[in-house]
């Protein structure tokens, strides 16, 4: 869509200094170069003002201005994204929420609660941690704000068993390209009321509406936990084993799998041993309950299934504390290590049915073969959303960038043929537009451009993302 | 919105005569005038024709050619809605789906059962269950198809645990208004690949397209189940009780309320005793769990609450077959008990916040003593989902009607002040319109009907219904 923006000129940044406390703007120059990309890095815009918000007649004011005068408008949290979503391509306004970060209220009868936008992921944790309650949503950035999380429907770890972001918010509050400020949902169980535009505005990723406050669902607290890290001798006996977990009907928390490479790069990266790496690949199952006895029962049918059928050479209990950390910490460092072990990388994050995680896996050892480049990858395997790595090493950029967009072909198509989605939770922002249009074919494009058109006739919000 | 519709021709009828089987296109007075109504039974329509589709390719025939011939077409499956929304307003076409009703696929490594639209939801429970898997949507009315509860987000009783039916779809097949068969979602877990098209024809009454194939999400069968039936010596020691029970983290998989009203004329309807009449309310706790301890340490919980807190009578364990059987054939004759104790009866099915359950159940006390008229209610009161009938019984039908005129009203605005909505389960469909316009206001109806623009810009989807 081609679209004409006006620039931003001196009288505009005199009105929108009226919006914002003293200090909370900041033009040109003054904007860090940080603020005109995400952790992605490649994708990245020239900003022309960027303004932190404190409330929603602040973020309704901003807009309305925006609209009536054609000026791009993007939000931004921790601007932890990986896929460019969050980037000022045709420069313009950020609204950063960054200080629209208070939770608003614990409602105890209806389980809920109450953020801005703003409040980050490891906050929320602590905080319904503390009242005895659990939010459930696990994305591997505890930093990430959670306003940011609702605009890529994070997943995270725990999806097998409690669902994705988009299970856990029962309302919010957005602001409209045009200024209108409205309630989205409410604080309640059902809802049959009219079409879902709750969930539209989930996963758009600040293309249709600014998200001002959040009503999250709690659960009483898990009481118990524990893991199993399971070793295989080949990475194909590992991820072999998962669908047939699945089919035990023991309902874990989490199925990790990883290769024995990825251990050893985050042994590296936290200079602390692994409890195990003797084997070619591990899986990790994470079991929750309200007792230790559901949990046993659970546990003691995976691990004997593992043990004398699936052909684990191992089981280990992960129980003790000093052995949780080493695991768990292992397990969050993975992507940073990864990272770490080479010059630049990029990312794909399928997601596949879980029956198909073993050949996809396959699939990629095969292309790094082909491709002759290296291409570790660990994943969500219970909930077939992978998370692979495509690493330059010691490549030039220009063949780099080459066999990247070829092997991001195959992967897609592959994905595609087998019944999977583009993104698995990290969205599809700049950088995955053309996988997402090839996969889901011109039909399924043109509704999610009509819908645009609907909340963001005028094109305003977050151009140049998703469809647009 | 005013749209001219072409009026089907004898040419019309032969040329659809071509898309089905023999005997499965029934055409002006050969169709019954039960297809003409739902279950609300007060709005009608007159169908120029009714065809019982087995395929996705048929749908997408007729679809294609209502669509450039401007014929209004209304999907129907079992009939059971209780909003007029598989209505035909406008006459023309019914596509009736009751004939696609093969369950296609058990998918044990995915945990997925994909399904035709006529399923009924019986079969899939009979189904499941003797594979050893749950389906957790509950909704009362058994017989209504698969089709019919995504398209309404139908919710029933165990939503408080496992949530609606939104939760327990994970992608749909579906013809849109000009004939093109898309699939939303796909058989994974994860999913943040645009916007959220799945969610958006879940819940929109078969408006925007017509679901031809789903894949439901399944989970392994709890093991256990057991409920608790509580009696309390007024309606409002009853009510009071819920929030705590929620309060108390215990996890009932539902919280039901009823009225000792209630429980006497479901007696009399089936002719079989209820364990307990002597109290004014009841509430009805059920736990479900993999093993008797994880219940056990629950429902003691939850008893000793009930008893030393709230001021319980007495606590029931239903546990024996007899028992079980006694409560539940109870609570499923609620609805069809009242309706037999009345000449007419109209239902509002508002959902509020929890913690508001017992204030609203008092305020249409108040105003079944203001309008001098019977309202009988039972519900989800664990989720906040009420089921309210106004009873005509003796006055004439002008009076009737205009007293259910004003309680709606007031009942509507009291849900909006108390941060509820217009319709927990059941929809919006015809009936419903004006009170969904009423509580949320004109711009996030303006965005349903330029979404509805989007997917059917000539208005031939089910015509007249939600936003239309």
């Not at 602590?126 to 994305?139: L, R, S, W």
């Not at 607290?221 to 990475?235: G, H, M, T, W, Y």
């Not at 996988?435 to 140049?464: A, R, T």
Request: proline share 4%.
């Amino acid at each position: 869509m081609e679209v004409k923006y006006n620039k931003i000129a001196p009288k505009d940044i005199d009105y929108l200094k009226t919006i914002v406390d003293e200090g909370d703007i900041l033009v040109g120059k003054e904007i860090s170069e940080d603020f005109g990309k995400d952790e992605l890095g490649t994708v990245k815009g020239n900003p022309d003002v960027m303004l932190y918000v404190k409330s929603t007649e602040e973020v309704a004011k901003i807009m309305k201005y925006a609209n009536e005068h054609h000026f791009p408008v993007v939000v931004r949290g921790s601007g932890t994204g990986l896929v460019g979503a969050c980037v000022p391509l045709f420069g313009g306004i950020i609204i950063n929420t960054s200080k629209m970060n208070h939770i608003l209220e614990l409602d105890e009868s209806n389980l809920t609660l109450t953020v801005e936008p703003g409040v980050l992921l490891m906050e929320i944790y602590d905080y319904v941690e503390q009242k005895g309650y659990f939010y459930a949503p696990d994305p591997g950035e505890k930093s990430a704000t959670i306003g940011g999380n609702i605009s890529t429907n994070a997943g995270g770890m725990r999806a097998v068993k409690y669902g994705v972001t988009r299970d856990w918010v029962r309302a919010i509050e957005v602001v409209l390209p045009n200024g209108d400020v409205e309630w989205f949902g409410r604080k309640v169980v059902k809802d049959s009321t009219g079409y879902a535009l709750k969930h539209l505005i989930i996963g758009s990723e600040g293309t249709l509406g600014i998200i001002t406050k959040a009503i999250l669902k709690l659960e009483p607290k898990p009481v118990e936990s524990i893991s199993l890290l399971v070793p295989f001798a080949s990475e194909q006996a590992g991820l072999d084993a998962v669908p047939e977990i699945i089919k035990a009907k023991v309902a874990p928390t989490a199925i990790e799998f990883f290769e024995r490479n990825t251990i050893l790069f985050a042994e590296e990266f936290l200079g602390k041993k692994f409890p195990d790496t003797k084997s070619n690949s591990y899986i990790l199952l994470t079991f929750e309950g309200k007792n230790k006895d559901e949990l046993k029962f659970n546990y003691q049918i995976a691990a004997d299934i593992c043990l004398n059928k699936l052909g684990a050479t191992d089981v280990f209990i992960v129980d003790t504390d000093e052995r949780k950390e080493a695991v768990w910490k292992a397990r969050g460092a993975f992507l940073e290590a990864i990272k770490a072990s080479t010059t630049m990388m990029d990312e794909c994050d399928v997601v596949v049915p879980r029956s198909e995680i073993a050949n996809y896996i396959k699939f990629t050892y095969d292309l790094a073969k082909k491709y002759e480049i290296r291409i570790p990858s660990f994943g969500h395997a219970g909930d077939g959303n992978l998370h692979i790595y495509i690493c330059k090493d010691d490549y030039d950029l220009a063949t780099f960038n080459e066999k990247l967009h070829q092997i991001f072909d195959e992967m897609y198509k592959k994905a595609k043929e087998v019944g999977g989605l583009v993104s698995g939770e990290h969205g599809i922002g700049y950088a995955k537009k053309t996988y997402m249009k090839e996969l889901l074919g011109d039909s399924q494009i043109k509704l999610m451009q009509g819908i645009k058109e609907v909340f963001d006739p005028n094109h305003i919000l977050n151009p140049g993302k998703v469809i647009d």
